[in-house]
T-cell receptor
Framework: DAKTTQPTSMDCAEGRAANLPCNHS???????VYWYRQIHSQGPQYIIH???NNETNEMASLIITEDRKSSTLILPHATLRDTAVYYC???????????????FGTGTRLTIIP | DVKVTQSSRYLVKRTGEKVFLECVQD?????MFWYRQDPGLGLRLIYF???????EKGDIPEGYSVSREKKERFSLILESASTNQTSMYLC???????????FGSGTRLTVV
C-alpha cells in the first residue's frame, strides 16, 4: 500500500473551514484515498473516499490533486465535535482479495478552538 | 443503533492468563478485523477474516490467535497474556468489496 504523510497536529477556529492535507506521492493508479477520524475513546469512523474526482458528502469534501499525489479533507464549518485524529489512507480496490485491510498511520490531531 | 459490539470496555488480566476478546456485528458483514492501538504507533492490524472459519495474519499476529465460527462473531485470543499486550483493541467489520469499515468502541486491556 502507498504510504501517506500527514501533519502531526493542527488547530482550527470553530465555525471556520478545517483543511487537512495528506501527501501520497507513491500512490498507484488504482488506489483509492480514504479518510477516517477517531474521536477520543471511540473507534475510527469512516468519513469519505475518492479515486480521482473530488467528492462531497454530508460530513466533508475531499479534494484530490490532478496528479493524485496529495489530497485535502475539508470540514466546511468546523465544530467542537470535530476535534479528533484524522487518518488518511490509500488502498487498492476492495474487490481484490487481500486488499480489504486498511493500514492506518498516526494521523493528524485536529483541535477545534472555541 | 449499535452495529459492532465488543464485549468489554475495560479488562484487567494477569500475566499468563488466556484472554478472549469478543466482537459481534449485526450487519451481516463478511469481513472482520482486529486492530490494536498504542500511543505513537497508531492502529496496527493483528488479524482479519474474510469468511467464516477463514483467517489471515495482519501486521502483528505474534502472540495472538483468532476464531470465527459464525459470521457475526470474531474472537481475538491471547494464549498467554503478557504485559506488552496491554493496549486498546479495536474490532471492525465491512462488507466484501466494500470501502467502509465500521468499528466497535474498543476494549482497553491491561495485563498486570
Amino acid at each position: 500500500d502507498a504510504k501517506t504523510t500527514q501533519p502531526t497536529s493542527m488547530d482550527c477556529a470553530e465555525g471556520r473551514a478545517a483543511n487537512l492535507p495528506c501527501n501520497h506521492s507513491t500512490i498507484s493508479g488504482n488506489e483509492y484515498v480514504y479518510w477516517y477520524r477517531q474521536i477520543h475513546s471511540q473507534g475510527p469512523q469512516y468519513i469519505i473516499h475518492g479515486l480521482k474526482n473530488n467528492e462531497t458528502n454530508e460530513m466533508a469534501s475531499l479534494i484530490i490533486t490532478e496528479d493524485r499525489k496529495s489530497s485535502t479533507l475539508i470540514l466546511p464549518h468546523a465544530t467542537l465535535r470535530d476535534t479528533a485524529v484524522y487518518y488518511c489512507i490509500v488502498r487498492p480496490p476492495a474487490a481484490n482479495f487481500g486488499n480489504e485491510k486498511l493500514t492506518f498511520g498516526t494521523g493528524t490531531r485536529l483541535t477545534i478552538i472555541p | 443503533d449499535v452495529k459492532v459490539t465488543q464485549s468489554s470496555r475495560y479488562l484487567v488480566k494477569r500475566t499468563g492468563e488466556k484472554v478472549f476478546l469478543e466482537c459481534v456485528q449485526d450487519m451481516d458483514h463478511e469481513n472482520m478485523f482486529w486492530y490494536r492501538q498504542d500511543p505513537g504507533l497508531g492502529l496496527r492490524l493483528i488479524y482479519f477474516s474474510y469468511d467464516v472459519k477463514m483467517k489471515e495474519k495482519g501486521d502483528i499476529p505474534e502472540g495472538y490467535s483468532v476464531s470465527r465460527e459464525k459470521k457475526e462473531r470474531f474472537s481475538l485470543i491471547l494464549e498467554s497474556a503478557s504485559t506488552n499486550q496491554t493496549s486498546m483493541y479495536l474490532c471492525a467489520s465491512s462488507l466484501k468489496a466494500s470501502r467502509g469499515y465500521t468499528f466497535g468502541s474498543g476494549t482497553r486491556l491491561t495485563v498486570v
